[in-house]
């Protein structure tokens, strides 16, 4: 008896030793959730609700939540991500994904009235977590860390390590390598702090990297890309390392790579950029639209909400008003007034002078685009409303209530008919003087929102329209009866468009990084074939590129924006390469002629640059 109670007290005093070491050796437990891609209604909706059940009933610490929560980002979706991951039981941390930055219905005001700010960070035993979007914001392209971003990322870093040996965990929507175009910005910030690893989604695939030497995770979606698995990410960090297991509903964890606890060796090469190009302004936040000018003042906004007035002479800053949200507005001047247009839904008239608010219209939905302005009257959409505007008093001349979703582009104007589109699927034509709907049109895939020609300034000939969508199609319409004349998929277009000075071209780059150009005669024969025979292809030397950014001829040369920071430069007369400037690593937003008839163009990074 006395022998049975010694090996009784024994196997006590192992188990307990066990425990306490396996309680020394597991730090940290959480979760990691990525893609959900969740849409009211479908299966990834009740399957988050069951894993939040899951994660509820475990011994998880806490959850965080890696982007893309929806499939379009629209509020339905993003309020129902909301209203599941409100259920959790232990504290939870989100960052967008490009299906909420790309494709928001707000600009990405519902997220932040939801969430709060779009990143995060907190500190648990040895480590710092840190957690910041990748865009990309309101327009196709790369994912892209915004400079404010980086700034705080690097500030934030630098305050909580401040006094302590404490390690840091990343976590980003995107892969830090090409998929972010200013991964090497990002990782620089990285390397300067004992970053340990770095977790992210997107791909859909549980699968190890090395991010320049940096560890990297991709985590699971929660239904894989075959539909037959689903499943969320559990992470245990141990003493000497940090194990990843994909966890399907009501199994056990299975055990799939580690990563080393030890901080990673970081090795970030350095981009060279044209020395002769220094940028007129450095912006401390991101830039997404073309500036305006006054023969002294350029006019600019950015994405913390701000808009300032620098004189042209002096590069002095003359006034700058704050309005609390990212401006996505192309700004113009109407004789004194600066208009530009919010994601509150309000169209501004501020005095260029001083900034000061001399009216206020507000339009409802968000303003996201670029105006046309014709005899001091504003033109432009809001996704919820077409309205033309008096750019000198702010009076409200007339308004329609199309369309249904927000439009990106430029209208233009052709007689007594004003065109645009929106990513609704509509194509629209309106009465200039009346706002009546004239003819609507779409593209055929009405079910298919992300076809939309939402982003498009499309180009007209008295009695033809031509665009290109992100169907890959290019399309001719009749412009008095909005009848589909012509479509054809021969060249790999999407939304990057233009037209001569002289009214005689049509141009358009493919996403093969070339550069189409058309006849605009009305009297070109509409066939696929003759097309293609009066068609000129030049290969642009950029490769793979979607930057949505219209195309600008200017004093005979043709000006053509990438998505990696390059402007192409082509003689419009021998239809060959000029030059290629590389002025930074984000989007070209477009480009804009200044009262001195020069050409300028901004980068979402924050910078913009005089290109003559």
Not at 118 to 123: E, G, Y
Not at 195 to 212: I, M, N, R
Request: hydrophobic fraction near 35%; include cysteine; proline fraction near 3%.
């Amino acid at each position: 008896m006395k022998y049975l109670f010694s090996k009784i007290l024994l196997f006590f005093i192992l188990a307990s030793c066990y425990a306490q070491k396996e309680e020394q050796s597991v730090n940290i437990k959480f979760v990691q959730l990525t893609d959900l891609h969740v849409s009211v209604g479908n299966e990834n909706d009740f399957l988050l609700q069951n894993i939040v059940q899951e994660i509820n009933n475990s011994n998880n610490e806490f959850v965080i939540v890696t982007g893309d929560l929806t499939n379009r980002g629209s509020d339905e979706e993003v309020k129902q991500v909301h209203h599941i991951l409100g259920k959790l039981k232990i504290p939870y941390h989100v960052i967008s994904g490009n299906h909420e930055t790309n494709w928001s219905e707000s600009a990405g005001l519902t997220f932040k009235k939801l969430w709060g700010e779009d990143r995060f960070v907190f500190s648990k035993g040895e480590y710092v977590f840190i957690g910041f979007p990748c865009g990309p914001y309101m327009k196709m392209g790369d994912g892209f860390v915004k400079h404010e971003d980086v700034l705080w990322l690097d500030q934030t870093l630098k305050d909580s390590l401040k006094n302590n040996n404490k390690k840091v965990l990343n976590f980003a929507h995107y892969p830090l390598d090409n998929s972010v175009s200013n991964y090497k910005e990002v990782l620089s910030v990285l390397e300067k702090y004992p970053t340990v690893a770095s977790f992210c989604g997107h791909g859909h695939t549980l699968k190890q990297y090395d991010f320049s030497g940096l560890s990297g995770v991709m985590g699971a979606a929660i239904t894989s890309r075959d539909g037959k698995t689903k499943s969320y990410n559990e992470i245990i960090i141990s003493k000497d390392s940090i194990s990843i297991h994909q966890k399907q509903l009501d199994k056990p964890g299975i055990f799939k790579f580690s990563v080393p606890t030890q901080p990673s060796n970081i090795t970030v090469e350095k981009e060279e950029l044209m020395k002769d190009y220094i940028p007129f302004v450095k912006d401390i936040a991101s830039i997404y639209s073309v500036p305006a000018f006054d023969k002294k003042k350029i006019f600019f906004a950015n994405s913390i909400g701000e808009i300032q007035s620098v004189d042209l002479k002096s590069k002095k800053l003359k006034w700058k008003i704050e309005t609390g949200n990212s401006i996505y507005f192309s700004p113009k001047i109407i004789k004194n007034n600066l208009v530009l247009g919010t994601i509150e839904g309000d169209i501004l008239g501020l005095a260029k002078k001083t900034g000061n608010k001399k009216w206020s219209l507000a339009v409802g939905g968000v303003l996201v685009g670029s105006p046309i302005i014709e005899n001091n009257k504003i033109y432009t959409a809001s996704s919820n409303a077409f309205v033309a505007i008096n750019g000198v008093s702010g009076e409200l001349l007339w308004k329609n209530t199309l369309p249904d979703s927000y439009s990106q582009g430029t209208p233009v104007i052709q007689g007594d008919k004003i065109i645009f589109g929106a990513w609704d699927t509509h194509l629209y034509c309106l009465d200039k003087n009346t706002g009546s709907l004239i003819w609507k049109w779409n593209n055929d895939n009405n079910k298919q929102v992300l076809y939309s020609p939402g982003n498009v300034n499309v180009v007209a000939s008295k009695s033809r329209l031509y665009l290109v969508t992100p169907d890959r199609f290019l399309t001719i319409i009749n412009i008095h009866s909005g009848k589909t004349l012509l479509r054809t998929n021969r060249w790999k277009v999407r939304e990057s468009m233009g037209e001569s000075q002289n009214g005689k071209w049509f141009y358009a780059k493919t996403m093969n990084g070339e550069l189409l150009r058309l006849p605009l005669h009305d009297d070109v024969e509409l066939t696929e074939e003759s097309l293609s025979n009066s068609s000129n292809v030049l290969d642009l030397k950029i490769g793979y590129d979607h930057n949505p950014a219209p195309i600008l001829e200017n004093k005979g040369k043709i000006y053509i924006g990438s998505r990696k920071g390059e402007v192409v430069v082509v003689d419009a007369d021998k239809f060959e390469i000029i030059k290629v400037i590389k002025l930074g690593s984000s989007s070209i937003n477009g480009f804009t002629i200044d009262e001195k008839g020069k050409v300028w163009t901004s980068l979402i990074e924050g910078g913009i640059y005089l290109l003559e």
